[in-house]
């Protein structure tokens, strides 16, 4: 299983797309590491720099509505991956990001808007979060003080994370 | 019980549920394409399995980048065509006889009413035109696709969306999906399949109705559906017609797919078409769509006609009858971008190509290239593309570029003005 958790990244706006989280025209790369110094390259959110020390120690990603919208290209969760940053919590995902995040044993972790804004007042205080996976809680760490949430996965996302992605859940079973 | 479509579908390939939610499907056509599979492959061979669950159901083009621009695409191709002749996969399109992927399978019939299909490709959707079950999928999903024929998906909820009314001159299928992903938002149909219904859809040919289901995506749907009918039945017949006794008894068939009365929906929605202009979108997402009353007089760089969208021959002959014996305006350049090659090769038979090159356009060979930025009419930053494909995203076609999509009918009468233009105050030509 992968390590979840650490320094939090909070990308305030909704329906972020994977053009913007990785460009079309680095997809002709053979290997993930290619994609590393690419990542979010194409955001535009105000006051956002991608290749910001801070951005780049980031383990978690916080946002909002809609992640992951528009392309079905792996390469997002992929540039992630390979950024060291295995988790990304949002108010929603688009089916196929999401998916993509669990076949490769990450997490995709949806909460309601009221407990996204509550990791959201966080944001600016150097603020971390811990995952703990078995009984499916996290817990925000920064400046502004502390708090555990719980989260909901469906039994099948966690067992994919467990077995380490669809590959070897289904070359198992099928 | 009464069920939708998807759910009939979902039923008849079931292969495991391994937890409450989650349904494993058996899938009939697995699509492939040089962008996303290359990478499944490699990861295949350095697991130690690189086989193929079934060399039929696999089919293979060479289409986003096309032909290859530089070494890294040429390497994708490579290892795209090694693994076919590998496996002795026998569908496989290269440049010469390709097309955009959404394009080519159905011109060669792949796809069937009840099927389940995958690609790694988001527009997969567009499959659904013909009453299948049709997604995108990531990599990893077509990896094991490829290996063993299966992919996981949740329950599906469906949504209905009636289109009734008369279709106004001048508003085609593009102006429908835009106004529909205008209605439902960018993330309205997540996990849901749109199912297509009402006068306005029985009335639309395959291509308008391919149109349609293409951009399911763009409001989150997993596929676009349409109950295949009796055109479904005309366009499939070539393929089918050795399967079936007659036309008669292939409808029969076709209509054990079709959702029964009383299944349920999520939601419902109608909209009346009559009174409906063409469609314009503005900004970064597409359902920021505007009446083309609105946008008209935006200047525009680039017009851009082609795309798994708008490619086809119905949508060349569109643009045609607009463009025929006029010019496009000064400082401004326009691409025609057959979808398929068989397109192009009716296209030039026809006198279409002609029209388009007489009118000053750019004909380009079948690529997915503009569309993502790939190649074949990259923007430059601060530009304006005038454009028939399916994503105005942020550098979608370009780096700091902007893209406004319309129809085939908008783009051809934006060329000849320069500036966005209502197609409604042109006069078609005879094609």
Redesign the interface.
């Known amino acids: 299983m992968k390590k979840f958790g650490g320094k939090v990244l909070f990308l305030d706006r909704a329906?972020i797309?994977t053009?913007?989280i990785i460009?079309?025209?680095y997809?002709?790369?053979?290997?993930?590491e290619e994609l590393k110094p690419h990542m979010l390259e194409?955001l535009?959110i105000d006051g956002f720099a991608p290749r910001d020390p801070a951005v780049l120690a980031s383990k978690v990603i916080v946002s909002r509505?809609?992640f992951g919208?528009?392309?079905?290209?792996?390469h997002a969760?992929w540039v992630f991956e390979v950024n060291d940053i295995n988790v990304v919590i949002a108010t929603?995902?688009?089916?196929?990001f999401r998916?993509?995040m669990f076949?490769?044993g990450m997490l995709a972790i949806e909460m309601p808007e009221a407990a996204i804004n509550e990791l959201f007042e966080h944001k600016g205080a150097e603020a971390a979060i811990a995952i703990d996976f078995d009984t499916d809680k996290l817990t925000i760490s920064s400046g502004k003080g502390s708090k555990t949430l719980s989260y909901q996965l469906?039994?099948?996302d966690k067992?994919l994370v467990k077995a380490g992605?669809?590959?070897e859940f289904?070359?198992a079973?099928? | 019980m009464a069920m939708t479509l998807a759910e009939k579908i979902f039923k008849t390939h079931l292969?495991?549920e391994?937890?409450?939610?989650?349904k494993?499907l058996n899938i009939d056509v697995v699509l492939c394409h040089e962008?996303?599979t290359?990478?499944a492959i490699?990861?295949l061979v350095a697991?130690g399995?690189d086989r193929v669950f079934d060399t039929n159901r696999i089919k293979v083009v060479i289409d986003?980048?096309s032909p290859a621009k530089?070494s890294?695409?040429a390497?994708?191709g490579k290892?795209l065509r090694d693994w076919v002749r590998r496996h002795k996969i026998k569908d496989f399109f290269d440049i010469g006889q390709n097309g955009v992927c959404h394009s080519i399978f159905p011109e060669k019939g792949f796809i069937r009413p009840g099927n389940t299909v995958i690609m790694?490709?988001?527009h997969?959707c567009t499959h659904g035109a013909f009453g299948a079950f049709a997604a995108?999928?990531?990599?990893?999903?077509l990896?094991?696709g490829i290996?063993?024929g299966?992919c996981?998906f949740?329950d599906p909820e469906t949504i209905r969306v009636n289109l009734n009314g008369r279709l106004p001159e001048g508003v085609y299928s593009k102006d429908l999906i835009l106004k529909v992903i205008k209605t439902l938002t960018?993330?309205g149909a997540?996990?849901c399949v749109i199912e297509f219904h009402g006068d306005v859809v029985k009335g639309l040919s395959m291509e308008s109705r391919m149109t349609l289901c293409n951009m399911a995506v763009e409001a989150?749907g997993?596929s676009g559906v349409c109950m295949p009918d009796e055109v479904t039945l005309d366009y499939l017949w070539p393929f089918i017609s050795g399967d079936y006794k007659d036309k008669k008894a292939a409808l029969e068939e076709f209509k054990k797919w079709w959702s029964d009365e009383g299944c349920k929906y999520a939601k419902v929605v109608d909209i009346d078409v009559s009174d409906m202009e063409p469609q314009v979108t503005f900004g970064y997402?597409p359902d920021q769509v505007k009446n083309v009353t609105e946008m008209a007089g935006t200047l525009v760089d680039q017009i851009y006609i082609g795309s798994c969208t708008n490619g086809r021959m119905e949508d060349l002959k569109i643009a045609a009858s607009y463009v025929k014996g006029k010019k496009i305006a000064p400082l401004v350049r326009a691409i025609v971008s057959p979808a398929t090659t068989e397109i192009f090769r009716q296209a030039e038979a026809n006198g279409i190509i002609k029209i388009f090159l007489d009118a000053g356009f750019c004909v380009t060979n079948p690529t997915c290239g503009a569309c993502?930025?790939?190649s074949n009419g990259v923007l430059a930053e601060g530009e304006v593309c005038a454009s028939t494909t399916n994503?105005n995203?942020?550098?979608?076609m370009g780096?700091g570029g902007m893209v406004h999509l319309m129809s085939p009918a908008v783009a051809a009468v934006t060329a000849i003005e320069g500036k966005i233009a209502d197609p409604r105050k042109f006069r078609k030509e005879a094609i």
Not at chain 1, 92 to 96: G, H, K, L, N, Q
Not at chain 2, 18 to 22: E, K, Q, S
Request: some cysteine; charged content about 30%; aromatic content about 6%.
């Open positions: 329906d797309n053009d913007e460009p079309a025209k997809l002709t790369v053979n290997t993930k194409d535009k509505a809609n919208c528009g392309s079905s290209r792996e969760p929603s995902f688009a089916r196929i998916q993509n076949n490769c469906m039994e099948f067992a992605g669809w590959v289904a070359d079973k099928y | 292969k495991d391994p937890f409450p939610g989650t494993v962008i996303t290359p990478i490699n990861d697991r399995k986003h980048v530089d890294q695409t390497l994708q290892i790694g490709d988001s997969t995108g999928v990531g990599t990893t999903d990896e094991v290996l063993k299966v996981s949740r960018v993330k997540t996990d989150g997993t997402k993502l930025g790939m994503r995203f942020n550098g979608r780096k």
